[in-house]
């Protein structure tokens, strides 16, 4: 599996912006999709998962009620939609996959990941 992010850019606080993440190769329904963020300085934390069969998605406590993730069985890709920026939503987003059942939280638990693209939100 490979996975490519794509959206990023340059936002406002207050604006909304959607990435996606492409999957190209064999995805099975009990992968588990993920975003993860990484701010400069900072460690690469948790921002949001599902699986791939569907079902209820989990967030970070700091973005839940803004963003939602969402899967796209038909172009296999996988969105996260962002509204309501802060500024404290600028880093670099990956999107990740788990090729176990359970949607975990950590980047330790995701084995497959995408390079990265920049969200910056400027006031």
């Known amino acids: 599996v490979q996975l490519q992010a794509s959206g990023g850019g340059l936002v406002q606080v207050g604006d909304s912006l959607r990435l996606a993440c492409s999957v190209s190769?064999?995805?099975?329904?009990?992968?588990?999709m993920g975003w993860f963020r990484q701010a400069p300085g900072k460690e690469r934390e948790f921002v949001a998962a599902?699986?791939?069969?569907?079902?209820?998605?989990t967030y970070a406590d700091s973005v839940k009620g803004r963003f939602t993730i969402s899967r796209d069985t038909a172009k296999i890709t996988v969105s996260l939609q962002m509204n309501s920026l802060k500024l404290s939503d600028t880093a670099v987003y990956y999107c990740?996959?788990?090729?176990?059942?359970?949607?975990?939280?950590?980047?330790?638990?995701?084995?497959?990941w995408g390079q990265g693209t920049l969200v910056t939100v400027s006031s």
């Open positions: 599902i699986t791939w069969a569907g079902g209820t998605p």
């Open positions: 190769g064999p995805i099975f329904v009990n992968y588990v």
């Open positions: 990740a996959a788990r090729p176990f059942v359970g949607l975990r939280t950590k980047p330790i638990d995701y084995s497959v």
